[in-house]
C-alpha cells in the first residue's frame, strides 16, 4: 500500500515537475559514477600538451587551435548541454568575464558534443557571443581525457528526465565530456586544469584570471 500511493503522489505532480527531479537524480548518479571510476583524475593536468584541434562553431565557421594560438592564450570549458541547467549557468558566467579574458590577450571558446542546431540554441538561453564548437562523438574531448560514456543502466534515467543524447547529439554514442576547464599557453601547454566530475556545480570561472595575468606578463629574458 504505501507503494501504490508514493507512485500516486507522483502522478499527481506537474509533468514539468516531474522531469526536473528526474533528471536531477539523474545527473547526481552520473557523478556518483564518475567519482567512482576516477576517471577525472586520468584526465590531462597542468604541464602537458594541448591536443591540437579543428571544430566547427555553431555556424560551420572552422576554428583551430594553432591560429588561436597564435594571437595568445586559450581558456577552453567543455560543455555538456542545453539540457544541463548548471552548464548553462557557467556559460553565463563566463559571458560575464569574456571582455577580461580578452583584454589579457586571450581567446575564450567553449566545445561540445551537441548538435550545431542545439549549440546555436544553447547560446541563444545563456546569451553568450563566444562561439560554442561541436566536437563530434567526443573525439577532442577523448583527446584531453575527459570524455565519458554513461552506462547501460543510466540511460533510461537520463531519458525519464529529459535527455535524450542521441536527440541532442545527434549521434548514439551517449557519451560526454567531463566539465572542464583549461588554460592553454600560447606555446601550447597547459597551464591550468580543472575537472569536475560533479555535473551539478561549477566554480567561480574567475579563478582562471590570475593564470592569464601571469601568461599576459613579459618573461624575463
Given at each position: 500500500m504505501p507503494r501504490h500511493d508514493q507512485s500516486s503522489a507522483e502522478h499527481s505532480l506537474p509533468n514539468s515537475m516531474r522531469i526536473s527531479e528526474i533528471k536531477a537524480r539523474a545527473l547526481r548518479e552520473a557523478a556518483e559514477y564518475l567519482i567512482a571510476s576516477r576517471q577525472a583524475e586520468r584526465a590531462l593536468s597542468a604541464g602537458s600538451h594541448a591536443p591540437a584541434f579543428r571544430l566547427r562553431d555553431q555556424d560551420g565557421v572552422e576554428v583551430s587551435s594553432e591560429l588561436l594560438l597564435r594571437r595568445g592564450p586559450i581558456?577552453?570549458?567543455?560543455?555538456?548541454?542545453?539540457?544541463?541547467?548548471?552548464?548553462?549557468?557557467?556559460?553565463?558566467?563566463?559571458?560575464?568575464?569574456?571582455?577580461?579574458?580578452?583584454?589579457?590577450?586571450?581567446?575564450?571558446?567553449?566545445?561540445?558534443?551537441?548538435?550545431?542546431?542545439e549549440n546555436r540554441r544553447a547560446r541563444a538561453i545563456a546569451g553568450v557571443t563566444f562561439p560554442i564548437l561541436g566536437d563530434t562523438r567526443g573525439k577532442v574531448a577523448s583527446q584531453f581525457g575527459v570524455r565519458w560514456r554513461i552506462p547501460e543502466l543510466l540511460r533510461d534515467l537520463h531519458r525519464a528526465g529529459g535527455v535524450d543524447l542521441p536527440t541532442f547529439n545527434g549521434e548514439d554514442s551517449w557519451t560526454l565530456p567531463i566539465p572542464a576547464r583549461f588554460v592553454v599557453g600560447s606555446n601550447g601547454i597547459i597551464e591550468y586544469s580543472e575537472v569536475d566530475p560533479d555535473q551539478t556545480r561549477r566554480s567561480d570561472p574567475r579563478d582562471m584570471l590570475p593564470v592569464l595575468d601571469q601568461l599576459s606578463r613579459p618573461r624575463a629574458a
Open positions: 581558456l577552453l570549458t567543455f560543455y555538456g548541454g542545453s539540457w544541463c541547467p548548471a552548464c548553462a549557468f557557467d556559460l553565463e558566467a563566463l559571458e560575464k568575464m569574456q571582455s577580461a579574458v580578452v583584454a589579457r590577450g586571450a581567446s575564450l571558446v567553449c566545445v561540445s558534443q551537441q548538435t550545431p542546431a
